[in-house]
């Protein structure tokens, strides 16, 4: 039932201010700049895949938002307010644990899943498990040590053992 932002209620570049379209306000008081929270990752380990992905694009909305906010106070000096930038970095600082957040229970239920499919691959439909990806597999870690240490210090590291 997930729909593509072209519904009314997208408002264009409104959307990169606070009060949208009917109140246009680039640069908020400090009263206007109290918020909540930020997401638990509790609270998002019973959210839907599509929950979670409507929350990731209101976040990214809101991290778009204040990097406006933050231009607009720039340009009019509002920076040297201290409760103003301490509001604003606190907002800024929830929005990015959240989508922090966000990204680390999609990783728990990947590796859930892969998890899964390995112990009981016939669950799933599959005759076999599938292959790691290759980050995944022992042979990848002496080509990446090669491309990090450098041949010499890879050649020396083999001559050692």
């Known amino acids: 039932n997930w729909k593509a932002a072209s519904s009314l209620n997208v408002r264009g570049l409104y959307e990169f201010f606070q009060g949208g379209m009917h109140n246009p306000n680039p640069l908020p008081n400090v009263k206007d700049m ?3 929270r930020s997401w638990t990752a509790s609270e998002l380990r019973v959210k839907s895949f599509e929950d979670l992905h409507k929350l990731w694009y209101i976040l990214l909305k809101e991290r778009n938002l204040l990097a406006t906010m933050f231009e607009e106070a720039k340009h009019w000096n509002k920076i040297a307010d201290k409760e103003w930038l301490k509001r604003w970095d606190d907002r800024k600082f929830k929005t990015q644990k959240s989508m922090a957040r966000i990204r680390h229970v999609l990783s728990e239920r990947r590796v859930a899943y892969e998890y899964a499919i390995r ?6 439909g599959l005759e076999e498990a599938p292959k790691p990806h290759i980050g995944y597999r022992e ?3 002496p080509n990446k040590r090669r491309t990090r240490l450098g041949r010499k210090a890879f050649t020396r590291m083999r001559s050692i053992k």
């Open 119 to 124: 112990e009981d691959p016939k669950l799933f």
């Open 139 to 141: 042979e990848a870690i």
């Open 34 to 36: 109290i918020t909540g």
